[in-house]
T-cell receptor, first 113, second 115 residues
């Protein structure tokens, strides 16, 4: 079974802090993704990585950056947290190639006060 | 621009009956479609998928139908069980080129199955 883990289930940070969210997958997947989930908006793609050190912006990258130094680990960074970044953050991974599903971690509920 | 839409925020069904969840998309480049189920405080779990070369895919109690001309897909759950109560997301993807399996999600439909 694919396992995707995220470093924290719940996180509370102050406005202006730098925040790191970590994601690790154990299936040697090439592709990794960060989404945020907000009520009524579904899941929206923030950034994704198709290989080590390779990254591309998703639909809502503003205020975020990412890092992928090792194949199994994909980090999401909030450079200066703001209250509108309060959300559920979900990491996913996927085998490279045509039609494969993404596997999700349990999510991190981030609250920025 | 919402390329994938689930127009019903919620659906309530009696146990044993059929649940039908609907999804519409606008981007004709999408050629692979998926349904995910999500319980509160958990990540989404993959349920079933369908390629655009098919119009139906079945897996146990779950069947997905794809109508390409209408840009519409639906998920049928028969029979519905209380444990099916969750949020259901449809998602769409392009399999070619440099898409890398990026998914575009709908807003989700909350399914409640009453005993």
């Amino acid at each position: 079974d694919v396992k995707v883990t995220q470093s924290s289930r719940y996180l509370v940070k102050r406005t202006g802090e730098k925040v790191f969210l970590e994601c690790v997958q154990d299936m040697d997947h090439e592709n990794m993704f960060w989404y945020r989930q907000d009520p009524g908006l579904g899941l929206r793609l923030i950034y994704f990585s198709y290989d080590v050190k390779m990254k591309e912006k998703g639909d809502i990258p503003e205020g975020y950056s990412v890092s992928r130094e090792k194949k199994e680990r994909f980090s999401l960074i909030l450079e200066s947290a703001s209250t509108n970044q309060t959300s559920m953050y979900l990491c996913a991974s996927r085998r490279g190639g045509a039609a494969y599903e993404q596997y999700f971690g349990p999510g991190t509920r981030l609250t920025v006060t | 621009d919402q390329q994938v839409k689930q127009n019903s925020p919620s659906l309530s069904v009696q146990e044993g009956r059929i649940s039908i969840l609907n999804c519409d998309y606008t981007n004709s480049m999408f050629d692979y479609f998926l349904w995910y189920k999500k319980y509160p405080a958990e990540g989404p779990t993959f349920l079933i998928s369908i390629s655009s070369i098919k119009d139906k895919n079945e897996d146990g109690r779950f069947t997905v139908f794809l109508n390409k001309s209408a840009k519409h897909l639906s998920l049928h759950i028969v029979p519905s069980q209380p444990g099916d109560s969750a949020v259901y997301f449809c998602a769409a993807s392009r399999t070619g080129g440099t898409s890398y399996g990026k998914l575009t999600f709908g807003q989700g439909t909350i399914l409640t199955v009453h005993p």
